[in-house]
């Protein structure tokens, strides 16, 4: 009686293995542009993205870009999370693959940038 059902999950769990599964590709920083930008790509595409809820403090920008351009060297791995556009430019929350905080937390965890979303409504 239980031969049956367990040879169903054995042969669908087989073909769930068996699958040919697409991996996810994360975006490249292809280059630190300044201020809240960067330029990724993916595969063939290139962006420009602006780190989105952060305005660099306009005295330590220099700071901030040294900040961004230690943790993102040419090549590092990001995952994107866009929220918008902004002057023909993608709104993104960009977090480098294996770390838990997005950049633009970081920045103003540095005190090298303001939260510009917690004036926004919702």
Request: proline letters at 7%; aromatic letters at 4%; one cysteine or more.
């Amino acid at each position: 009686m239980w031969h049956v059902p367990l040879i169903r999950i054995f042969l669908l769990l087989g073909l769930v293995l068996s699958c040919n599964v697409v991996p996810a590709f994360a975006a490249e920083v292809l280059h630190v542009q300044g201020g809240p930008l960067l330029q990724v790509g993916d595969r063939n595409r290139t962006y420009t993205i602006e780190l989105a809820c952060v305005e660099i403090v306009p005295e330590q920008e220099s700071e901030a870009l040294e900040w961004l351009r230690q943790r993102l060297p040419r090549r590092r791995r990001v995952n994107l999370q866009p929220i918008g556009s902004s002057n023909g430019q993608l709104l993104a929350r960009v977090t480098p693959i294996g770390e838990e905080k997005s950049l633009s937390t970081g920045l103003i965890d540095a005190g090298l940038a303001t939260d510009s979303c917690l004036a926004e409504p919702g």
